[in-house]
């Protein structure tokens, strides 16, 4: 009898621009692992890492109480977590415990969710870290690849990346808010111009295209925000720079990754991906702003791991 189940989910990207809340991306920068273990009663989580332990307030914690509650599952259980995914960066740290956990649970229990069950159950996690439920990251984390999500009901389309799409994402080392994605969700606009949704929308459907066309240059030459990033981009000291460097060094397009303050460029594998790089992180020193560069390609989505 299978007692024990680990399970590694990727980072992610939200957004890629115009699709707000809608897009998600795998990206296999970092990853996150969860083990699942049947104990005799609770939950235990086990961690080194500088996060909450109370299962209430943890992502990994709350997707597996929520689902021991649904399923009534009768076993206590163990949570061993490893951070890979910094944390409050953009780029999907949360989801990405949140969708292992998801993931794990679903194994250890032989549950056979489909996939919009098991990104529900991860985004109701991520409430737990960022306050209210958006399954961007975790339906990038839990299935892989790229991903439109539609809510209400909630329904999750993937499509496979081109396998020549690259992506370089600079981490700052700046101090991030407590509570970053609700702060940088209350920056954005409550009611939007007309012209500024018409151009998100094309832009969205452009990108939309050239994931099902696997066209690295029309995603990303359409990674065009007129509305989320205007109205972050304050909150990301060096942002206009070190993407006008990142365009100049040849990237298709550039924007927040999330909710920030990672920048992402988009382009493919036969350009120079550390040009692009080094203009990224000339961008944060025209700031005295260090940063962490990162080339990276699209990722599966949270796997089992057999030990
Ligand atoms: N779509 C979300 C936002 C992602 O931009 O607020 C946050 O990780």
């Not at 990038?140 to 809510?151: C, M």
């Not at 040009?275 to 702003?289: D, E, L, P, T, V």
């Amino acid at each position: 009898m299978v007692s024990s189940i680990t399970v590694k989910a990727p980072s992610s990207t939200a957004n890629l621009g115009p699709g707000f809340d809608v897009f998600g991306l795998a990206i296999d920068a970092f990853f996150d692992e969860i083990t699942l273990t049947k104990i005799k009663k609770g939950i235990r989580i086990i961690t080194d890492e500088d996060i909450p332990t109370n299962p209430e307030n943890n992502t990994a914690g709350l997707v597996v109480k929520n689902m021991k509650k649904k399923f009534r599952v009768n076993n206590g259980i163990e949570i061993k977590i490893k951070k890979g995914i910094p944390a409050g960066f953009g780029m999907g740290s949360s989801a990405g415990s949140a969708a292992a956990a998801a993931v794990a649970f679903d194994k250890l229990f032989k549950l056979k969710l489909d996939k919009n069950s098991l990104v529900e159950f991860a985004g109701n996690g991520e409430k737990a870290s960022a306050g209210t439920i958006h399954y961007d990251n975790v339906a990038a984390s839990v299935l892989g690849g790229f991903v439109i999500v539609k809510t209400n009901p909630l329904n999750v389309i993937k499509i496979n990346p081109p396998t020549d799409l690259r992506m370089c994402i600079a981490v700052p080392k700046i101090t991030v808010p407590k509570k970053k994605t609700k702060v940088a969700r209350g920056a954005i606009p409550k009611n939007v111009n007309l012209n500024d949704s018409v151009s998100n929308l094309s832009n969205a459907a452009l990108i939309v295209v050239g994931f099902m066309k696997k066209d690295s240059e029309l995603i990303g030459k359409s990674i065009v925000d007129s509305i989320v990033e205007p109205a972050r981009q304050h909150m990301i000291p060096g942002f206009v720079k070190v993407k006008s460097n990142a365009l100049k060094a040849g990237a298709y397009g550039v924007t927040i990754s999330g909710a920030g303050p990672s920048v992402i460029a988009f382009s493919k594998n036969s350009f120079d991906l550390n040009k692009i790089s080094s203009a990224m992180s000339r961008g944060f020193k025209s700031k005295n702003i260090d940063c962490q560069t990162i080339i990276c390609k699209p990722s599966k989505g949270a796997i089992h791991q057999k030990k």
